[in-house]
Each structure stands twice: as structure tokens, then as C-alpha cells.
């Protein structure tokens, strides 16, 4: 889904569109940030909140890491595979003070889309990165529909 971003809470579906305005813009406006990693540039947000979910206080320091996945970004191994890296290295920006996660499907999908390619690539699908880990609801990020 283009131009939409799902927030996942319990049961509920949050949608927040693109330039969305906020009663706690103050807030919002001291912790967010324009997203400036290129390949997270065409995103459903621009904005991102630091530190991230893996501690990286910059964008380019996210950068740095999200190299690793180079190889799967550019085989368009998944359509979700762009989606979660981005969403766990360079987070979309909300009223909440912290990085929300993507949900457990979210990356099953880019994961699973993915899966002849890493064994091709001898890649391995990184620990801290394990899809068992995610959230299957509550508050977390996804772009796959409701869970």
C-alpha cells in the first residue's frame, strides 16, 4: 500500500498518511527527523525518529548496517524486504518517543520472499533481525494488511 503506513494496535488499525499533523507537534517536531538514507527515501513517511531500534543515534550509521542487505534490496527478492529494513533501521516518526517495531509478519513476508536468495547468496538471516522476535500485535508497524 502506497501513501499509507498501518500501525497496528490490538485490534485496532491506525492509519497515518503522509503530512499528518499532530497535537503534540512540539514534540514530535524536537524528536523526528527527514528520513536521508536514500534507499528509505521513497517510503510511505519521511520522517524517522533516532536512536533506532538496533541503537544507531544517526541515519548514517543505519545506513552503514543496512549495506549488508545490499545483495537482497537489489535482487527485488520481496516486495516487503525494503519496508521492514527500513522500518527496523530508520523508523517511521510518531507522537510515541520510541522506535515502534514492525509486526512478526511483516517480516515473515520479506523473509520468506527472500529465502532462495540466501541460500543462493550463502547469506544468513541475522539473529537480531529473527522474525520470532516481532511482535504479532500491540503497536508495531505494517504494510501487509491487518494481522
Known amino acids: 500500500m502506497m501513501g499509507a503506513l498501518w500501525l497496528t494496535a490490538g485490534c485496532v488499525l491506525v ?13 514530535r517536531l524536537e524528536l523526528c527527523q527527514p528520513i536521508s538514507t536514500p534507499i528509505c527515501a521513497d517510503l510511505p513517511y519521511n520522517q ?4 533506532n531500534n538496533f541503537g544507531h ?6 545506513a552503514a548496517e543496512m549495506r549488508r542487505f545490499d545483495a537482497l534490496l537489489e535482487a527485488r527478492c520481496s ?5 521492514f529494513l527500513c522500518s527496523l533501521y530508520v523508523p517511521v516518526c510518531t507522537v510515541i518517543e520510541k522506535p515502534i517495531p514492525p509486526c512478526r509478519p511483516l517480516c515473515e513476508h520479506a523473509q520468506r520472499g527472500c529465502e532462495a536468495n540466501i541460500t ?28
Open 15 to 27: 492509519l497515518l498518511l503522509c503530512g499528518t499533523s499532530f497535537s503534540h507537534a512540539d514534540l
Open 48 to 51: 524517522t525518529i533516532m536512536p
Open 57 to 62: 543515534s544517526t541515519q548514517a550509521e543505519a
Open 79 to 83: 516486495a516487503y524486504l525494503k519496508f
Open 120 to 147: 543462493a547468496l550463502g547469506f544468513e538471516w541475522p539473529e537480531k533481525i529473527r522474525c520470532e522476535k516481532f511482535p504479532l500485535g500491540g503497536l508495531c508497524v505494517d504494510n501487509v494488511g491487518p494481522v
